[in-house]
């Protein structure tokens, strides 16, 4: 069996910074694109950040230069560093693995979901 459990998610003030993590765990075999998506009351959820198992990152635009993605190969896990938050960055954020399992089943798989909440 496979769980991707994230942290980090809380309470900021605009301006400030959060960071995310998720790890995965279980009968892994190999984890191709892990990914961070987010999902805003009464709206569709979107992809924030991606990561490639070689390191190649993909942004969505409303939060380029301000969010960086990053992964520990060695540790299963991927990390959202968010700085400069604006009260816009409220939402539930899921980490995302597309991910190969021990017995050879190539599946998706989400995070428990991280509400970050952006106020003063």
């Known amino acids: 069996q496979v769980q991707l459990v994230e942290s980090g998610g809380g309470l900021v003030q605009p301006g400030g910074s959060l960071r995310l993590s998720c790890t995965a765990s279980?009968?892994?075999?190999?984890?191709?694109?892990m990914a961070w998506y987010r999902q805003a009351p009464g709206k569709q959820r979107e992809l924030v950040a991606s990561i490639t198992s070689g390191g190649t990152t993909n942004y969505a635009d409303a939060v380029k230069g301000r969010f960086t993605i990053s992964r520990d190969n060695a540790k299963n896990t991927v990390y959202l560093q968010m700085n400069s938050l604006k009260p816009e960055d409220t939402a539930v954020y899921y980490c995302?693995?597309?991910?190969?399992?021990?017995?050879?089943?190539?599946?998706?798989?989400w995070g428990q979901g991280s509400q970050v909440t952006v106020s003063s």
């Open positions: 279980g009968s892994i075999a190999l984890i191709y694109t």
């Open positions: 995302h693995a597309d991910l190969l399992t021990a017995w050879g089943r190539r599946s998706d798989y």
